[in-house]
C-alpha cells in the first residue's frame, strides 16, 4: 500500500521560501505512476488545492477564490524519480500561506484540484510565516 510522507515545513519570515517534500515510503511503488497534489488547510477553512504534477510531469497551479497572492509563479512542483520525491518549491511566501499542508497521490494520472480525487494522503506539514 502507498504512503507519503511529508517533510520540510517550518516558519518562515514573509518574503521567505520554503521546500517541501513528498516521498513515497512503499518499496517497489513508485510515485510516477501518481498525479502527486498539493493542498493546504488553514484553522477553519476547507482543504484547498495548491499545485499539483501528472504521472506525465504536466505540472498545473490552483489558486483559491479569495486569495491575495497567487501560488502561480511563487511556487514551483516538482518530482525526482531516482528519489521517489515530489518537491513544492513555495517563494515569496505570504502569511496567508499559513496552513497544514498535504501531499496526496490521485486516483487516476491526471491531476484535479478537488480532494475528492485522491486516495492516499500524507499526514501533513505545518507552514506558519510569520515575522
Known amino acids: 500500500q502507498l504512503q507519503l510522507v511529508e517533510s520540510g515545513g517550518g516558519l518562515v519570515q514573509p518574503g521567505g521560501?520554503?521546500?517541501l517534500s513528498c516521498t513515497g515510503s512503499t518499496s517497489g511503488l513508485s510515485l510516477n505512476y501518481y498525479a502527486i497534489g498539493w493542498f493546504r488547510q488553514a484553522?477553519?477553512?476547507?482543504r484547498e488545492g495548491v499545485s499539483c504534477?501528472?504521472?506525465?510531469?504536466?505540472t498545473s497551479?490552483?489558486?483559491?477564490?479569495?486569495s491575495t497572492y497567487s501560488v502561480k509563479g511563487r511556487f514551483t512542483v516538482s518530482r525526482d524519480s531516482d528519489k521517489n520525491?515530489?518537491?513544492?518549491?513555495?517563494n515569496s511566501l505570504q502569511p496567508e500561506?499559513?496552513?497544514?499542508y498535504y501531499c496526496a497521490a490521485g486516483n487516476t494520472g491526471d491531476c484535479s484540484?478537488?480532494?475528492?480525487?485522491y486516495a492516499t494522503w500524507g499526514q501533513g506539514t505545518?507552514?506558519?510565516?510569520?515575522s
Open 17 to 19: 521560501s520554503l521546500r
Open 43 to 46: 484553522p477553519g477553512k476547507e
Open 53 to 58: 504534477i501528472s504521472y506525465s510531469d504536466k
Open 61 to 66: 497551479y490552483y489558486d483559491a477564490f479569495t
Open 85 to 90: 520525491t515530489v518537491y513544492l518549491q513555495m
Open 97 to 100: 500561506d499559513s496552513a497544514v
Open 113 to 117: 484540484a478537488s480532494p475528492n480525487f
Open 126 to 130: 505545518q507552514v506558519t510565516v510569520s
